[in-house]
């Protein structure tokens, strides 16, 4: 007799985000001045479709945004720090090199968990899930707490010394700050349906951070964001079709068995072409590029934090994860 594979899912959810609202056209005097360079109005909006983001104020840090998604996550499902025995802090940024900063997030809630950071890019978050999940079916956890904080506004080329730097940073130009948390353990029904990969590491230099490890440990000219945005779409449009496609063909599950779509939005345009290679119904999206800009691996948390409450159980969404290095994720998760 077969034994049934217990079920996984997400039971709670919470985001955060800093109070310090830029607009697009702010940061874009500021970076100009800076630069030297006199720029259309509205150029930075125009291009991206950003209107406005949220940055993390002096003294707020990763970690900061991370632990206020956390409490919120854990008050949603009426829990006590204690009562998680897995914290995964799964983020593109680190409070520092060393320790892991999932033991900063720990310290400050409470919690005795076991601790440790998963770090993948913008995908970060997405595989701290299935991460979870995993150790929960191995039986190394009864319950987990994955948290993400985002900051890349500090990556950002806000002073540049002139046109060539200035082109040289603008896909950092996209970036907001926020936290995003879940709660992950076993459900009766529904939970976690479906996971599929697909990576391409040989363009892992189209962009990023160099700083920060072995080959650049130290200096301010490695610590900003670099890299070509269109590079870095034309990868992912090349070889993302393919993973939707063998998700659709593994689970027979078509665009309307979805109640709602979740994508990684870098700008406007970005998920406008997304659309247009996947057909997906543009009603099904949860749009959040225009008010916070890109937020990382926080994206999709922060995106199932606003429909969260207005999901019932059965209902399917689909999480769809992109990420420098190149990796692109999906996962179906079904509402209990």
Partial sequence: METAIPRIG??????????????????????????????????FEKATGIVTRHFAADGEYASTLAI???????????????????LLYASATRDVCE?????????????????????????????GIDLARAMILAGRAGRALVVTGETPSRAMRRRPDGPLDFRDGFAGYTFGDAGAAVVVEPVASGGILDVETETASEHWTVGGIPGGGSRHPRGDEYSYFRG????????????GGDILTRVAARTGLDWDAYAR??????????LERFVELTGVPAGKLVL??????????????VQLARIHAELSPGDRVLLVGLGGGVSLMTMIWEAS
């Avoid at 206020?68 to 897995?86: E, F, M, S």
């Avoid at 997030?105 to 995908?123: I, K, T, W």
């Avoid at 959040?288 to 948390?301: C, D, I, M, Q, R």
């Fill in 10 to 43: 997400i039971t709670a959810v919470g985001a955060q985000l800093p109070a310090r609202r830029l607009t697009s056209q702010e940061l874009q005097d500021e970076v100009t001045a800076a630069a030297g360079l006199r720029l259309p109005e509205r150029m």
């Fill in 68 to 86: 206020g998604a956390a409490r919120r996550a854990l008050a949603a499902r009426g829990l006590d720090p204690r009562d998680i025995d897995l």
């Fill in 99 to 127: 320790p892991a900063t999932a033991h900063l997030v720990q310290a400050e809630l409470g919690s005795r968990a076991h601790a440790l950071d998963v770090a993948n890019a913008c995908n970060s978050f997405l595989n």
């Fill in 228 to 239: 070509g945005g269109k590079e870095l779409r034309g990868v992912f449009e090349r070889i």
């Fill in 261 to 270: 779509v979740l994508v990684h939005q870098v700008t406007v345009p970005y």
């Fill in 288 to 301: 959040t590029v225009p008010e916070l800009g890109n937020v990382a691996s926080a994206t999709l948390g």
